[in-house]
């Protein structure tokens, strides 16, 4: 047997994963880390750090444009900021996030709008929220050579549909999601705010990595945002959301002492001019 047969694919430091790759990190029993990123310096760091997967989340539209929720940003939007995260990053698995209704308009369109993301920027899969809602678009996006991310349980562009961001508790519901989005071919899935016990259940009867977020620690691997990892957003965070730095106060006091310095004439120094 062929030693790539032989042996279950790791996730190496020097070489780029592949969607397969990401795949089959759930049986191999390594737990994926992916987190969000949106342009070239961050998205660098968060590579280098050693994530699996980056995801180019549609996110965007709320901790980097401002928006109230993730319904306005375009797609124009969605493919320049990937192009940035596709260049910086060399080693982890680059999801783009297709924006709401990017997919919603039938399959032609979803086709063209998912290969545009994959044709202008060097990301590798796209992500689309729904399961077996989804299914018939799942299926022609990989038909088409598209790789698709399903994204099940909460999903923030249906939040005017929904009344509000709420955890999702309908098992019945949720794994037929979760069986249809991989039966119709896609490779992983986000489980956004599910219980824990569901997720770990749903994650037990699919044979594709899932991701949760708000979903417990059973889930095959987790994602977060960025803004939210770092201490960058605003002052509402979910529950789910672990913060591990407080870069909003290290920015505030850096800008400050700039200020400070600038006005009371030490900076610039003698070192930082030219004779
Ligand atoms: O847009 C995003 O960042 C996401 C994650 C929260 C999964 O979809």
Partial sequence: MAKSESTPPQPSKKSRITVPGFSALKQSGHKIAMITAYDYPLARLVDEAGVEGVLVGDSMSMVVQGHENTLPVTLDEMIYHAEMVGRAVNHALVVVDMPFPSYHLGIHKAIENAGRILKETRCQAVKLEGGADQAETIHALVSAGIPVMAHCGLRPQSVH???????????????HDARSAAEAGAFAMVLECVPS???????????????????????????????????LASDYMPRFVKQYANLQAEITSAVKNYCTEVRNGQFPGPEHGYS
């Fill in 161 to 175: 549909q929904l009344g509000g961001y709420r955890v999702q508790r309908d098992e019945k519901a949720l794994l």
């Fill in 197 to 231: 016990d569901i997720a770990q259940r749903i994650t037990e009867k699919v044979s594709i990595p899932t991701i949760g977020i708000g979903a417990g620690p059973d889930c095959d691997g987790q994602v977060l945002v960025l803004h939210d990892v770092l201490g």
